[in-house]
């Protein structure tokens, strides 16, 4: 049954690349080529990579920093704020954005963008960062500090590698999310890859040229997804 439940899991993600990559086979390979290298689809990469990488670096202090709160501070209610830190992931990312775009008019930009979806995301951080907190072994660290070391080095030698593993993999599914936001972008005016396949699905003619602009999209798409499952392999290969 399991094996079932994974195949097709498995038969909805590949379905749509081998669509993108069927369409992309039956346009002009000269027209789709020229789309691919032209100097716009190298700045909408650019800035997408860009945006996503701020938005994965952001989240990933902001989140780790939060779990560590959470998990170490003696916060009165302390139940109702681990709620709390999770609501973002409750407010879609554009909902997000029109929000502010309310409080500050003219809102726009890539900086203002990482905003959003740096506050939209942290939860992803947050939630595996907090559990590997709770899971931690601190008779480590206080072994460390019998030894002579002090509480920031403790943590960092002791504590804080018990804990990475955790936070990069969400950080990496915050990537992979900055990565393939339309709404937040869309509404923010940053031109990236998701809203450029937009503009050439609506506004032209050849249905290839949208297609290989998705599989540019799709390839650093992968390799998120392709690192997110190396760090969660070696968090589980690592000795406890």
């Known amino acids: 049954m399991l094996v079932l439940a994974a195949a097709l899991v498995a038969a909805a993600v590949i379905a749509p690349l081998l669509q993108l990559v069927g369409r992309v086979a039956s346009g002009d390979p000269d027209a789709v080529a020229a789309v691919v290298v032209r100097p716009r689809t190298v700045e909408l990469l650019a800035a997408s990579v860009g945006v996503t990488a701020a938005t994965a670096a952001g989240a990933f202090v902001l989140g780790l920093a939060t779990a560590f709160v959470l998990a170490r501070v003696a916060l009165p209610g302390r ?15 554009f909902v997000a954005a029109f929000g502010w775009m309310g409080v500050f008019p003219g809102l726009s930009g890539p900086m203002p963008l990482i905003g959003v979806l740096v506050l939209a995301t942290t939860p992803y951080v947050t939630v595996p960062a907090l559990a590997a907190f709770v899971r931690a072994d601190v008779s480590v660290e206080d072994a460390a500090r019998s030894l002579g070391r002090g509480p920031f080095a403790a943590f960092a030698t002791a504590t804080l590698p018990q804990v990475l593993p955790a936070a ?66 070696r968090a589980a290969a690592r000795p406890t």
């Open 168 to 233: 990069l993999a969400g950080a990496l599914l915050v990537a992979l999310y900055a990565l393939s936001d339309f709404g937040a972008p869309a509404l923010l005016r940053v031109d990236t890859l998701t809203t450029g396949v937009y503009a050439q699905f609506t506004g032209g003619f050849d249905r290839a040229a949208s297609a290989a602009l998705a599989l540019v999209l799709a390839v650093p798409a992968l390799g998120c997804v392709c690192a997110e499952a190396g760090v969660r392999h």
């Open 79 to 93: 139940t109702a704020w681990r709620v709390l830190a999770c609501l973002p992931l409750a407010v879609p990312s």
